[in-house]
């Protein structure tokens, strides 16, 4: 249940913040490094919140939760390192369509219809 309860939060998220980067990709070529800093430090800790609540390694859907948080992780860190570096380059834009298909997919998963549960039979002991 964790989760989806997770894919439900990260995967709106991820749309969110792929879209809105992607369309104001300009305006990450006049960021002073301390903007730059603090967006690391805000992807950083959210990195590091979803790793340590959800760090599964499995064969199924949910370790892509697991991985966006190590991506988050690093990529934070990276602007938190390097906050001059150039920020808006070209092969941004497939960073963000990457983001969007994932978050496409975790919301699906977080807000999709779940599995028909088993019905329970319980016995009358009477």
Request: no cysteine.
């Amino acid at each position: 249940m964790k989760s989806r309860q997770l894919a439900g939060v990260v995967g709106p998220a991820l749309v969110a913040i792929g879209v809105t980067e992607a369309l104001n990709l300009h305006i990450f070529d006049t960021q002073i490094p301390q903007v730059v800093y603090l967006n690391g430090t805000i992807l950083f800790v959210s990195g590091v919140a979803l790793v340590r609540t959800h760090n599964r390694w499995t064969w199924n859907w949910s370790t892509l939760i697991t991985i966006i948080g190590w991506a988050l992780l690093v990529g934070g860190l990276y602007r938190m390192v390097a906050p001059e570096a150039p920020q808006a380059e070209p092969e941004s834009y497939a960073t963000f369509a990457v983001l969007v298909i994932a978050g496409l997919y975790l919301s699906f998963k977080g807000y999709g219809a779940e599995a028909a549960p088993t019905p329970v039979h319980l016995e009358n002991h009477e």
